[in-house]
């Protein structure tokens, strides 16, 4: 069976930074894109970043480009969310999710994944 188990949310204050965590188990790690996204309270699941089997390739959604950074350590089969200069805009559930396909514009969308964690609560207060 398949877990992925986020950490690392909390509270923060605008301007601040926080790095997610998402700890896999129960499939061949590596051989997987791995992605992040959110959802705030009334809104659509959006998505936020994606990485490639190997970290040699990724995505951003444009409103967080220069601010987050995705990366994973397949040896700890964990994959990562660090995020800098938060906004209130920020504040959201975000999960991660594990996928196979070819990483084109579908790792933007729910459909590549099958795989999906529970989710860890950001709150950036202004």
């Known amino acids: 069976q398949v877990q992925l188990v986020e950490s690392g949310g909390g509270l923060v204050q605008a301007g601040g930074s926080l790095r997610l965590s998402c700890a896999a188990s129960g499939r061949t790690f590596s051989s997987y894109i791995m992605g992040w996204f959110r959802q705030a309270p009334g809104k659509e699941r959006e998505f936020v970043a994606a990485?490639?089997?190997?970290?040699?390739?990724?995505a951003y959604l444009d409103s967080v480009k220069g601010r987050f950074t995705i990366s994973r350590d397949n040896a700890k089969n964990t994959v990562y969310l660090q995020m800098n200069s938060l906004n209130p805009e920020d504040t959201a559930v975000y999960y991660c999710?594990?996928?196979?396909?070819?990483?084109?514009?579908?790792?933007?969308?729910?459909?590549?994944?099958?795989?999906w964690g529970q989710g860890t609560q950001v709150t950036v207060s202004s």
């Open positions: 990485i490639n089997w190997s970290g040699g390739r990724t």
């Open positions: 999710a594990s996928g196979e396909g070819q990483f084109t514009r579908v790792v933007r969308t729910t459909a590549l994944y099958d795989y």
